[in-house]
């Protein structure tokens, strides 16, 4: 009997999990992996054949608690039976499904002749039949084309032979996607390049120790006791971060991919008293969107959770002062109508609402706000500054800037069209106070094109062109990006993280694409600005504009203490063995710096580690972010370097 099974073809790509596609629409695909780790609790019901005395106990009772195994309906487990390739593939599927691995298509489908025919080629698809009902056929099928297990010379797949133990640590290291070791064989047996490097990793990470000979024994066939075992150890040693369900908040993964404009961030952390922290967020519940306030306690323990309505359905920004919390709101104005367009709230410090202002269309030229940008405020003395974009009712993306005193919540400055610190386009905007003036940084594509400071009390600005940028004036496209995070100061020095391409290699700039160079690939730049904006010097963090293998992510700055700042960044892969532009996250890399760029550590890696795009937190020496996915939130903490 034959039944369709799947559709695999030259539109395979539908079918890839991504997170984001690039501003271009070209086919860039940033695929995040996420990857729950072992949480282990006291098991109550156990399998007959594995009593407490087995040496295995733990290991298959975590397991099965997880769902990653069934046993047998008579409650056995069989622990010594042998263990299938057939059995793998649906243990590694139930694994996938669960987030606990992350298989990654990096070879094209073939005919698995012992499982598939290819039937036939319709419409721009194949589509694969079974050749008869086969257990574990679509799983087995999704192991290859995953590059986690092999065919033979013919194409056979062998559903029911057994899995050996060099099988094994192929299976284990590419799902779990452990960077590979490049150490010689510790085994007389082991002595192929490619099993030497699965193996090898495995010892690394003390899964495995081999035998008192010296040997591995490759080709020995597994129990499913020792499966088991073996699996257990993946996932203990592979643990680096804590797991709690995401009910709250949005994905917030972080992109390989550069996009032309700043994006609105909708995910802040802060520490509160006795350690515990305070995570503030948006989460889109079908169309309807809410600010969700959770705190969680020093071991990540949710404590409590407050929903805040949306008071316009569009969220801009958030402003977590010493005393008071503000939420920048708005809505759209596209027929121009003088209706409100932005409300900026006051709450107090547990985000009970004291009092807001509210700004119509007419008043700022808007018809739709916080567009193509991300928006920032800050607020001294009873003064608060909102930057923030909008698109003017001349249809024209630029700067707006409102300086509000929050005794009384009313607007203080000017709000024409045009405003003494006029910047359009503007794709992102930061706001810090110094001394009485504020300090604003945009970064322009056209009126200017530069990342530009403007210093000033809201009436009167001075201007100052930081970072040139060449090209058109308008081009969308300007191959600079500022760090999330990348603006501060010092006594004495106004610092600013960006990244940028190799301008040199750039032979034309348009709206949505730069000619002679790959628009993803941005060295991690830093700049010291005297505070009279009379010198501006920079230096070089990281450089990634020669390698097309490997790619940054937009880089975050983290003030630690005066003067000294971690620069992170993500850290992605192409995939070799597709046809496709994918990059896949593979690490995180930080460094300490000063206040002049110099880099006080090496640069620090931690491999299967991902950043989010929320500020990272600097707390108790330790830098502490979160990450949202579909199912959970994860919490990741790594130490300052030193």
């Known amino acids: 009997m034959k039944k369709t099974l799947a559709i695999i073809g030259c539109s395979l790509y539908l079918l890839w999990p991504f997170d984001q596609v690039n501003a271009e629409g070209n086919d860039e695909r940033h695929h995040a992996v996420q990857m729950l780790p072992l ?28 769902g990653a195994i069934n046993g047998y309906e008579d409650r056995t487990f069989k622990p010594q039976n042998v263990l299938t390739r057939k ?13 606990y691995v992350t298989l990654r298509d990096v070879r094209e489908p073939i005919e698995i002749q012992d499982v598939f025919q290819l039937a036939y080629y319709k419409e721009g698809w194949f589509i694969w039949e079974v050749k008869e009902e086969i257990e574990g056929a679509d799983e087995l099928a999704k192991l290859y084309t995953s590059g986690v297990l092999d065919v033979d010379a ?57 035998y008192e000979d010296g040997t591995f024994r490759p080709n020995v066939s597994l129990t499913r006791a020792h499966y088991a075992e073996f699996l257990y150890r993946t996932m203990k040693s592979t643990r680096h971060y804590n797991v709690r369900d995401n009910a709250y908040g949005d994905p917030n993964m972080l992109s390989s991919v550069q996009s032309r404009w700043a994006l609105p961030v909708k995910s802040f952390m802060t520490v509160g008293e006795n350690d515990t922290y305070t995570i503030v967020e948006t989460k889109n519940n079908d169309g309807v969107e809410t600010v969700n ?104 993306q630029s700067q707006l800037t409102i300086v509000i005193d929050t005794d ?50 809201g009436h009167t600005y001075v201007e100052k062109e930081i970072i040139d940028i060449p090209g058109s004036t308008g ?45 993803h690939m941005r060295d991690i730049q830093f700049a ?70 110099e880099k006080l550590t090496d640069i620090y890696t931690k491999e299967n580690m991902y950043l989010s795009y929320m500020q990272p937190l600097y707390h108790d020496g330790k830098i502490h972010w979160y990450i949202n996915d579909d199912t959970y939130k994860y919490f990741y903490a790594v130490d300052v370097p030193k």
């Open 293 to 396: 306030v959770q705190t969680y306690d020093a071991q990540y323990n949710l404590q409590n959770v407050k929903t805040l309505p949306h008071e316009l359905p569009i969220f801009g920004t958030l402003y977590e002062g010493e005393q008071y919390n503000y939420i920048a709101y708005g809505q759209s104005n596209e027929d121009r109508q003088n209706k409100e367009v932005i409300r900026v709230v006051k709450y107090d410090r547990h985000f009970n609402r004291i009092d807001a202002v509210s700004l119509h269309g007419d008043v700022i030229s808007t018809a739709m706000p916080f567009r193509a940008a991300k928006s920032s405020m800050s607020e001294q003395n009873g003064q608060l500054v909102l930057h923030a974009s909008r698109l003017r009712y001349d249809g024209h």
């Open 528 to 597: 010291s600005i005297s505070k009279d904006l009379q010198r501006v010097t920079t230096k070089t963090i990281a450089s990634y504009t020669k390698n097309e293998s490997v790619r940054a992510s937009l880089p975050m700055f983290v003030p630690i203490e005066q003067n000294k700042y971690v620069v992170m960044w993500q850290e992605s892969e192409k995939l070799q063995n597709s046809r496709y532009n994918y990059y896949e996250p593979k690490r995180i890399k930080y460094v300490t710096i000063n206040a002049q760029g």
């Open 475 to 519: 081009a969308n496209q300007t191959g600079v990006s500022i760090g999330l995070g990348g603006f501060t100061q010092t006594n004495d020095a106004y610092v600013l993280l960006y990244n940028e391409i190799d301008h040199s290699k750039a032979t034309s700039y348009s709206s949505s694409d730069i000619q002679g160079v790959n628009i």
């Open 39 to 66: 949480i282990e609790k006291e098991t109550t019901n156990v399998f007959s054949d594995v009593p407490k005395t087995s040496s295995n106990f733990k290991s298959i009772h975590t397991l099965r608690d997880i």
């Open 87 to 99: 059995h793998v593939a649906l243990l590694t599927s139930r694994l996938a499904e669960k987030k």
């Open 408 to 457: 009384d919540m009313h607007v203080t400055n000017g709000l024409s069209e045009f405003q003494k610190n006029h910047v359009s386009h503007s794709f992102d905007q930061y706001v810090l106070f110094d001394g009485q003036q504020h300090v604003l940084l945009d970064h322009g594509d056209a009126y200017p094109r530069a990342l530009v400071i403007h210093k000033g009390d």
């Open 154 to 210: 013919n194409n056979n797949i062998s559903p029911n032979k057994p899995l050996t133990r060099g099988e094994m640590a192929k299976i284990l290291v590419e799902s779990f996607n452990l960077p590979v070791a490049t150490t010689k064989s510790s085994f007389k047996d082991v002595t192929t390049p490619e099993l030497t490097r699965y193996v090898e990793t495995l010892v690394a990470y003390g899964i495995t120790t081999g």
